[in-house]
């Protein structure tokens, strides 16, 4: 029987989505995982639905320690773009490719002034989980990858096949990645009054993620995403139907007085939107909102 090469991959971020990828594809003969990170965690455990999983990868904290790879998967968040950029040139191959596994819309253009473009695969991520502790994972769910079908998107796929987390290929990856920053930007509301999402119970709540998810709709379209109107209501059912002591990422880097990806997740809305000459007053207001609550005056 022929058994495809084992592949050497490289994961930047550690934290909720970084951890949880880093032990799935660890319980894999096919893969080699190596983790960089700014400190050293040295044992990962996930409580997933199907149980819990651990995994001792090899770590790097400094990109001295690093070689080429086959593939690098970006988990950090959206605005470490120049931190993680760090690790590229010793971890870069002829071939190596670049994952990118964050929020927002502008996966590519963050990373084409550090990494080939031709190498670069975007990736929408729609794994409910959070990060407890360093190293400690809760998924509340079976989540899931989304990639556009390519050549890339295949052999992305392939290294997740014996993973327990699902890769889905699409002929339309911009109204995928379009959909999730309508959920994302709804969540902003809990993040701002730092409640889970029980939150969006409250009839008006519920009208304000609509407000935000309507001005994403609009804007999103403009890009050539297709997006129906159903999704506003799809958005708050999706939060109303998710555990009540849930809390998104946003939420959750505001409680760990961590940066949050503002910009990622509202302030694309607020900026494309200009662009397009489309009024986005809900998200303007909540981009203000949030950024104040971190500014001291």
């Excluded at 790097?60 to 998967?73: E, H, I, R």
């Excluded at 998924?139 to 987390?165: C, H, I, M, N």
């Excluded at 209501?233 to 961590?258: C, E, F, K, Q």
Aim: hydrophobic letters at 45%.
């Amino acid at each position: 029987m022929y058994h495809l090469p084992m592949k050497r991959i490289a994961v930047i971020g550690p934290g909720a989505i970084g951890g949880t990828v880093i032990v799935r594809l660890a319980q894999t003969k096919e893969n080699t995982v190596i983790v960089c990170a700014r400190s050293a965690i040295t044992q990962f455990t996930l409580e997933a639905p199907e149980g819990t999983m651990t995994a001792t990868p090899e770590v790097l904290t400094s990109a001295d320690q690093a070689k080429p790879v086959d593939w690098v998967l970006v988990a950090t968040k959206a605005y470490d773009v120049v931190t993680t950029a760090k690790w590229f040139p010793p971890l870069m191959g002829p071939e190596t490719r670049l994952a990118v596994l964050q929020n927002g819309v502008e996966h590519v253009e963050r990373f084409a002034p550090f990494f080939p473009v031709s190498r670069i695969l975007p990736v929408m991520v729609d794994i409910p989980v959070e990060r407890e502790a360093p190293g400690k994972l809760r998924q509340r769910r079976a989540g899931y990858l989304a990639v556009a079908t390519s050549p890339t998107g295949e052999d992305f796929a392939r290294l997740f096949q014996k993973a327990g987390l699902e890769v889905t290929l699409t002929a339309d990856f911009k109204t995928v990645v379009w959909r999730k920053l309508a959920m994302n930007c709804a969540g902003a509301i809990s993040a701002l009054v730092l409640k889970p999402a029980l939150i969006s119970h409250r009839p008006p709540v519920a009208e304000i993620m609509r407000s935000l998810v309507r001005e994403c709709i609009a804007v999103g379209r403009a890009e050539g995403a297709s997006l129906d109107d159903s999704l506003m209501d799809s958005v708050v059912n999706a939060y109303r139907n998710a555990p009540t002591d849930s809390i998104n990422s946003l939420h959750a880097d505001r409680l760990a007085g961590r940066p949050m990806e503002i910009d990622a997740r509202n302030g694309v809305i607020v900026r494309l939107g200009s662009k397009h000459g489309i009024p986005t007053p809900v998200n303007q207001m909540m981009v203000a909102l949030l950024e104040a609550t971190t500014t001291v005056v």
